[in-house]
């Protein structure tokens, strides 16, 4: 009852300078917001398309899920692999990893015996590099 007391007895153009208890508003901002609320959902053209990989490797596993025969086929083939890099390690020697996605021309992905590490080697220049090469 009081803060009504105050705003009716300043009037209408003294009572917006004032909040609800007497003091004086906060000054307004100067400028307005760089960005806008829906701004942080935008994405780069570089996201759009790891997104869309994503989306499309999610698709092509739900296909080959609703054929059993190539189902079995791509798990066998997982398999085979782990069972090579198994005996490569055994062995002492470097196992080559082939499922290792979207390499430039020419590299491969190995695993190393000694520290269990992946480097990359392209077979064509002998070069080799802990590093993944773009």
Known sequence: MRFAVIFLALGSTEAMKYGPIGMPR??????????????????????????????QAMKDMQAMRRDPEAWEAEISKR???????????????????????????????????????????????GVTQWERPY
């Open 26 to 55: 906060a000054a307004t901002r100067a400028a307005t917001p760089v960005c806008g609320l829906m701004d942080m959902f935008k994405e780069s053209p570089e996201q759009k398309r790891i997104k869309d990989q994503q989306l």
């Open 79 to 125: 398999r085979n692999k782990e069972v090579e890099i198994r005996k490569a390690a055994a062995a002492g020697e470097n196992a080559v990893l082939d499922n290792v996605d979207t390499l430039p021309q020419g590299w491969k992905a190995v695993l190393d015996a000694d520290t269990g590490e992946t480097y990359y080697w392209n077979k064509d220049t």
